[in-house]
């Protein structure tokens, strides 16, 4: 019997992460075919390793590039890359994050509408983003990259940018 491949569009609808620490601290996380060693220590200096607000950053932002690809995909939608940079804000009691922000820049020669079509897509099928965002605020933009050919920045007049707020 033939198998076929799992279509890259159907993501998988359960996921499965391994974790350990030693009585010293030291932890890591067995995720994706990938050991990645996390900051697990209480009450000490920082290891330089990537603690829990860290990860759940960078999920949400790995949530935002992959349906940037998607989006593209989907909407024909052609850039040549992206930035992004998040901004996670926690407060003490009781601990929980009350707001994410975002700022996506995408070097792309798309129209306005587009773009804006694209911040649509990406808030609206974001899995990460979607669960995140039932629990907490979530704003951010995404704004057009003027690409030169030494480097890449934001546009200054403001054009193109997509705002969520």
């Known amino acids: 019997m033939d198998e076929t491949p799992e279509s890259p569009s159907r993501a998988p609808g359960a996921y499965h992460v391994h974790g350990s620490v030693s009585a ?3 932890a890591e996380l067995d995720l994706a075919a990938r050991q990645v060693a996390v900051d697990a220590r209480w009450g000490e200096a ?3 390793d ?3 607000a860290d990860l759940l950053g960078g999920a949400f932002s790995a949530c935002m ?3 940037l690809a998607r989006a593209g995909s989907l909407l024909a939608f052609e850039y040549d890359g992206a930035e992004l940079d998040v901004t996670l804000h926690r407060q003490d009691t009781p601990p929980r994050f009350t707001h994410i922000e975002y700022t996506m820049r995408i070097a792309t020669e798309e129209s306005d509408r ?3 079509l694209l911040h649509t897509n990406l808030r609206k099928y974001g899995t ?3 669960t995140l965002a039932a629990v907490c605020e979530v704003t951010g933009t995404v704004s057009r990259m003027t690409v030169t050919a030494s480097s890449a920045t934001t546009d200054p007049t403001g054009g193109g940018a997509a705002t969520d707020r």
């Open 50 to 52: 990537p603690g829990p």
């Open 114 to 116: 587009r773009l804006e």
């Open 46 to 48: 920082a290891t330089g």
């Open 65 to 67: 590039l992959k349906n």
């Open 128 to 130: 990460v983003f979607n």
């Open 24 to 26: 010293d601290g030291e």
